[in-house]
């Protein structure tokens, strides 16, 4: 299984600023995908990011609020952009393979908007 | 269609005991079923997974029942452990072109297994 990490694990942010989450694999996978557990709730998809193209984004997200960025196959960004309080959630990125329906998830971000 | 529907909400189970959490959907077009454990403040791990083309798939203690006809799958955790305790979640992905790879979740269980 791949190995993945996230930067930050945490954070407590300011209404209107923006925080750029990292999301680090120790291999090369095709599929990237970022969601969002907002708290005591499942997890929702927010968008899939492969590398070499735009992102795809699920309906009720969109790019100008969750910029993401994909410059290689071990590594991507999540941004959350202007953010308020009801962006408080735990965001979690996973990878998947071409070949393989298996996700294997990051430990989370942990934001908290005040 | 995209839904999957979870339930229990909660569980409580003695030690020992057999946990049972159910799923169901209805696109027809999924063909993968994974079953994750996360703990607080944890990433969601893989637990299981299953595909329609068996109706049973068992790892040590946890085994998943697949119902095709009935679009239903279950997760039963046999000799429950307190260790057990967290929350699970079903979900559902199919190779469709609208949503290759991505995970339909469930509302997800939060299990406690009493000692």
């Known amino acids: 299984s791949a190995v993945i990490s996230q930067k930050p694990s945490r954070d407590i942010c300011q209404r209107g600023t923006s925080l750029t989450i990292q999301c680090q694999v120790d291999?090369?996978?095709?599929?990237m995908f970022w969601y969002r557990q907002q708290p005591g709730q499942s997890l929702t998809l927010i968008a899939t990011?492969?590398?070499?193209?735009?992102?795809?984004?699920e309906s009720g997200f969109v790019i100008d609020k969750f910029p993401i960025s994909r410059p290689n196959l071990t590594f991507s960004t999540l941004t959350v952009s202007n953010m308020s309080p009801e962006d408080s959630s735990i965001y979690l990125c996973?990878?998947?393979?071409?070949?393989?329906?298996?996700?294997?998830f990051g430990p989370g971000t942990r934001l908290t908007v005040l | 269609q995209q839904q999957v529907k979870q339930s229990p909400q909660s569980l409580i189970v003695q030690k020992g005991g057999i946990s049972i959490i159910n799923c169901a959907y209805e696109?027809?077009?999924?063909?993968?079923f994974p079953w994750y454990q996360q703990f607080p403040g944890k990433g969601p791990a893989l637990l299981i997974a299953?595909?329609?083309?068996?109706s049973e798939k068992k790892e040590g203690r946890f085994t998943i029942s697949f119902n095709k006809s009935a679009k239903q799958f279950s997760l039963h955790i046999m000799d429950s452990q307190p260790g057990d305790s967290a929350t699970y979640f079903c979900?559902?992905?199919?190779?469709?072109?609208?949503?290759?790879?991505?995970?339909?979740f469930g509302q997800g269980t939060t299990l406690q297994v009493k000692p």
């Open positions: 996973s990878v998947g393979g071409t070949y393989t329906d298996t996700q294997y």
């Open positions: 291999s090369q996978v095709t599929m």
């Open positions: 990011a492969n590398q070499g193209s735009e992102a795809t984004y």
């Open positions: 696109n027809t077009a999924f063909d993968y």
């Open positions: 299953i595909r329609p083309d068996v």
């Open positions: 979900a559902a992905s199919g190779k469709s072109s609208s949503n290759t790879g991505k995970l339909i």
